[in-house]
């Protein structure tokens, strides 16, 4: 683990609003508007609260969000849960990046409430995140989790900062994967998460 990652784990506070406040205010006096216009007055304090909302990662407590939700059971073939729907800002220009997930593991014993694994993609989403590294954590936090035979994580997104800055001749879309276990080492078992994630999926859109 490297020490962005110890950074971002240890981080389980609400985030300061009235700062954000005061920043937002001093941005828009650095963009020559008048913060006391009618369209702007009351921004500041929206803009607060919004990334309240799309920074909530931060303030989740991962064991609390899975607690009760883990099943033992014999079941072991391969659990896929596809077109996971994300949200997240990408920290080198605090823009948007959106697009889906894709995860599946491989259970040893233990299995996990479907509907848990969007919400651990959406905690990890709701922070300031790079890709790469967003998808990695949704792998090794299932991985800790079930401790299953193998974990796969595929994330597909669409940059805003690519694609608004001008230098669109770069693809901004990047899809960005982790293997682990028996999707690493056995490449049929990974085939056969790949196919199914390819099936039946439309462009990706915003
Ligand atoms: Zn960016």
Redesign the pocket.
Known sequence: MNEDDMDQESINVEIDTHAIEVSTLNMLKAFHEDPDREGLKNTPGRVARMYSELLAGYAMDPQKLVNSAIFNVTYDEMVIVRDIEFYSL?E??L?PFIGHAHVAYLPSGKVIGLSKIPRIVDMYARRLQVQERMTRQVADFINELLQPRGVAVVVEGL?L?TMMRGVRQHEARLTTSAMLGGFRTNPATRQEFLDNISRGAGPLKI
């Open positions: 990408c080198h220009h823009l940059h900062c």
